[in-house]
T-cell receptor
Framework: GQNIDQPTEMTATEGAIVQINCTYQ??????LFWYQQHAGEAPTFLSY??LDGLEEKGRFSSFLSRSKGYSYLLLKELQMKDSASYLC??????????WGAGTKLIIKP | KAGVTQTPRYLIKTRGQQVTLSCSPI?????VSWYQQTPGQGLQFLFE???????NKGNFPGRFSGRQFSNSRSEMNVSTLELGDSALYLC?????????????FGPGTRLTVL
């Protein structure tokens, strides 16, 4: 079957670095998305990984290891506005997108 | 380019009624996916339409149905509403031609069932 695991909640300090992990088990894996969702708002696209390795976009980076079924989202220089839920989602060869339950990130001053 | 729009933004219904939600995708996008989100829950996939055909379906009862029109606009219908149907309903659009296309979300319709 398909399964995606993320920690339910994480807490970090403003200005620090945090790593949000996502592990998955699925057939027909194509790639992995990360989305950010602020409370009461719709998810917004952050990154997409299809090949192994690190993709960097400003303060946010995303890593993928296909052989290990593992990805992480790295957020640097944390700001209060980064308080949100972070969702990972796996794309499959049949166009289906499988979503994790999301990680709620709390940033403290 | 205009984003994904959803109407209405808020709805209050009573048990047993039915409801229709609408989603207009980004221009040029042919795929529309629908999700249900309840507090503390992740996105629960309802179904996906591509070029007027249902391409994927989640594990929801038959009370939940949808369709897509030739202009890619999509509607979702829920019949015989139950209290547990209270949720944020999100639609997302993408080009849909490949399985690596990014989905862009609308603001959602918040449905309250009393």
């Amino acid at each position: 079957g398909q399964n995606i695991d993320q920690p339910t909640e994480m807490t970090a300090t403003e200005g620090a670095i945090v790593q949000i992990n996502c592990t998955y088990q699925t057939s027909g894996f194509n790639g992995l998305f990360w989305y950010q969702q602020h409370a009461g708002e719709a998810p917004t696209f952050l990154s997409y990984n299809v090949l192994d390795g690190l993709e960097e976009k400003g303060r946010f980076s995303s890593f993928l290891s296909r052989s290990k079924g593992y990805s992480y989202l790295l957020l640097k220089e944390l700001q209060m506005k980064d308080s949100a839920s972070y969702l990972c989602a796996v794309t499959r060869s049949n166009y289906q997108l499988i979503w994790g339950a999301g990680t709620k990130l709390i940033i403290k001053p | 380019k205009a984003g994904v729009t959803q109407t209405p933004r808020y709805l209050i219904k009573t048990r047993g009624q039915q409801v229709t939600l609408s989603c207009s995708p980004i221009s040029g996008h042919r795929s529309v996916s629908w999700y249900q989100q309840t507090p503390g829950q992740g996105l629960q996939f309802l179904f996906e339409y591509f070029s007027e055909t249902q391409r994927n379906k989640g594990n929801f009862p038959g009370r939940f149905s949808g369709r897509q029109f030739s202009n890619s606009r999509s509607e979702m219908n829920v019949s015989t509403l139950e209290l547990g149907d209270s949720a944020l309903y999100l639609c997302a659009s993408s080009f849909g031609g490949t399985n690596t296309d990014t989905q862009y979300f609308g603001p959602g319709t918040r449905l309250t069932v009393l």
